[in-house]
């Protein structure tokens, strides 16, 4: 007979109710594993199970065991791909590794959301998460309501993709909350429920210590999920066109876009080359505003007015209060960022600390130095 929840020390309540949740089992409560959640960070803010997310958490075996839970067991060992790909930024670049390109590849675009990855536990869904429990994470569950609720596959599925406001709802979007950063904005459709401006796009699928053996996006489509706009190259020629192509149709795509991904079984790299080439800018802060809207808000900090082409820049997208503070982004301090065409402009974060490095003690040289650019109108 199993033990009483109530008398299961906490950390083990906790370390349980982590993988009733991966699996679908009632265990305890939404709020009583909140409250344990945060007693633990305070107690023990080092302990592995606090630190990570927990959809990387082990089967507690031993705890199963110990407290007659056997019939919770699931063998299951998930190997995670990593998220984090590397990034061409120069045409020198691009033409050093692609120019003997050789075999079966494809080329899609880069959307520029926010990274979701959505679980399944015996084709249904369970949960979303975006980059686990830590501080930069949000809850993610309102994206369930958006992807398919039935894939013919058993055991846990982890799918991954990218959740982005649409560009043809971008406007009302905006009339609705007042948001300026299309990206940042999918945390206030989040935060609300405001799925029906968005979509989930996905681009990997992973299960249960089993191999995927077709192509990844075939079988996403198969399963349901929209799959970024793809073709496949096989030669630098094919490369070329197709990116050319691709930047033809970026304006009538419906998913904002930073970027492409190329992918073969060698690599899979992102290019911010051509039309995604993101040009640095250099300005400095002049205030800070948070953009109240109905259902949110978007952190932004206001500069020196930066003009390029038909556009003044006046404020630079930033994550949260966090960067600001890191950046030490004082009034009138240096701040640069890069100007992305489908997107508000966005805090680069090196290149700034850069900045305050080489202008230590004279930041009213630099501020001359920026009003008296061309491009500060």
Not at 29 to 39: A, G, T, V
Not at 109 to 127: H, T
Not at 130 to 150: D, K, M
């Amino acid at each position: 007979m199993g033990t009483a929840i109530s008398e299961i020390p906490s950390l083990d309540r906790y370390i349980l109710a982590r993988w009733c949740y991966g699996i679908g089992e009632d265990f305890i409560s939404d709020i009583e594993y909140n409250h344990l959640h945060n007693r633990l960070k305070e107690a023990m803010p080092d302990n592995e199970y606090v630190r990570r997310s927990w959809s990387d958490d082990p089967c507690p075996m031993e705890l199963l065991e110990k407290y007659g839970l056997q019939h919770l067991y699931r063998d299951i060992k998930f190997e995670h791909k990593s998220e984090s790909i590397r990034s061409i930024n120069t045409n020198a670049e691009f033409r050093e590794i692609f120019s003997r390109l050789d075999e079966p590849s494809r080329l899609s675009y880069k959307l520029d959301g926010f990274n979701i990855q959505v679980n399944y536990y015996n084709g249904k869904p369970i949960s979303a998460e975006t980059r686990g429990r830590r501080g930069n994470s949000l809850n993610a569950n309102a994206v369930l309501s958006i992807v398919p609720q039935s894939i013919p596959k058993l055991g846990r599925v982890k799918v991954t993709g990218e959740l982005v406001v649409c560009n043809s709802e971008w406007e009302r979007f905006k009339l609705e909350t007042g948001n300026v950063s299309q990206r940042n904005s999918v945390a206030t459709a989040l935060a609300n429920g405001m799925m029906e401006y968005t979509e989930f796009v996905a681009f990997n699928i992973q299960y249960d210590n089993e191999t995927v053996d077709e192509d990844i996006y075939n079988l996403l489509r198969k399963f349901g999920f929209i799959v970024p706009y793809n073709m496949k190259v096989s030669d630098f020629s094919q490369l070329e066109n197709a990116m050319a192509e691709l930047a033809e149709l970026r304006e009538s795509y419906n998913y904002p876009n930073d970027g492409l991904v190329i992918e073969n079984t060698k690599y899979q790299l992102a290019l911010r080359v051509g039309a995604w080439q993101e040009e640095m800018m250099q300005s400095y802060v002049t205030g800070y505003d948070e953009n109240v809207g109905l259902h949110g808000n978007a952190m932004v900090v206001n500069v020196a007015p930066v003009v390029q082409d038909d556009r003044t820049i006046r404020q630079v997208s930033v994550t949260n209060l966090s960067y600001i503070i890191g950046c030490d982004l004082q009034i009138g301090s240096p701040i640069a960022f890069d100007n992305r065409s489908m997107a508000t402009a966005v805090l680069n974060v090196e290149r700034t600390k850069d900045l305050h490095e080489k202008y230590a003690g004279r930041y009213d040289v630099y501020r001359r130095k920026i009003d008296n650019s061309e491009k500060v109108g």
